[in-house]
């Protein structure tokens, strides 16, 4: 069965800092891999998505992933964090009728 | 843009109750799903459902129940409500069956059981 891990509960970062947020993927095939982000109160928006190709994908509000097979870790990064950036961030793996793994989440707190 | 509502952003209701969430999607979308989210524990998956009238139970069904009768609404039922209960709901919705389709989510339910 897949799984997905997020080892870092909570993120504190400057703003105007770089960010990453790690993920790392139990699943035997190639995986479909998704970024969510969750602002308070608010649904889950989807960031970027990597299905295959590419081992490095972009996506919304200046985000970016790398996937590394050799590692089962698709991490997201942004280059310079915006207050705005501070959220809850979901990784998540794709599997059988459409389901989603989810992983446990990453608080990200971005100070002045 | 795919749009998913859910009814209500808030709601309180007493133990004992029979608790109805609904969730309506505007894509045409065969998938949909609900997810309750608790701090520390991420999204689970209650239910899902790919097509009209079918169901399946997700990791966590018990205690609750759903309902599709009409392609774009998915409703979660709590047959009778307990406190252990009160948590965020998520409602998503994604197109075909393919472990490649996002999903797209409502804005969620609030739900505290008193």
């Known amino acids: 069965a897949q799984s997905v891990t997020q080892p870092d509960i909570h993120i504190t970062v400057s703003e105007g800092a770089s960010l990453e947020l790690r993920c790392n993927y139990s699943?035997?095939?190639?995986?479909?891999l998704f970024w969510y982000v969750q602002s308070p109160g608010q649904g889950l928006q989807l960031l970027l998505k990597?299905?295959?190709?590419?081992?490095l994908v972009q996506g919304i509000k200046g985000f970016e992933a790398e996937f590394k097979r050799s590692q089962s870790s698709f991490n997201l990064r942004k280059p310079s964090v915006h207050w705005s950036d501070a959220a809850e961030y979901f990784c998540?793996?794709?599997?059988?009728?459409?389901?989603?793994?989810f992983g446990a989440g990453t608080q990200v707190v971005v100070t002045p | 843009d795919v749009k998913v509502t859910q009814s209500s952003r808030y709601l309180v209701k007493r133990t004992g109750e029979k608790v109805f969430l609904e969730c309506v999607q505007d894509?045409?979308?065969?998938?949909m799903f609900w997810y309750r989210q608790d701090p520390g524990l991420g999204l689970r998956l209650i239910y899902f459902?790919?097509?009209?009238?079918?169901?399946e139970k997700g990791d966590i069904p018990e205690g609750y129940s759903v309902s599709r009768e009409k392609k774009e609404r998915f409703s979660l039922i709590l047959e009778s409500a307990s406190t252990n209960q009160t948590s965020m709901y998520l409602c998503?919705?994604?197109?075909?069956?393919?472990?490649?389709?996002?999903?797209?989510f409502g804005d969620g339910t609030r739900l505290s059981i008193l």
């Open positions: 998503a919705s994604s197109a075909r069956q393919g472990g490649n389709q996002p999903q797209h």
């Open positions: 699943y035997g095939a190639t995986p479909y």
């Open positions: 990597y299905f295959s190709g590419d081992t």
């Open positions: 998540a793996v794709g599997g059988s009728w459409g389901k989603l793994q």
């Open positions: 894509m045409d979308h065969e998938n």
């Open positions: 459902s790919y097509d009209v009238k079918m169901k």
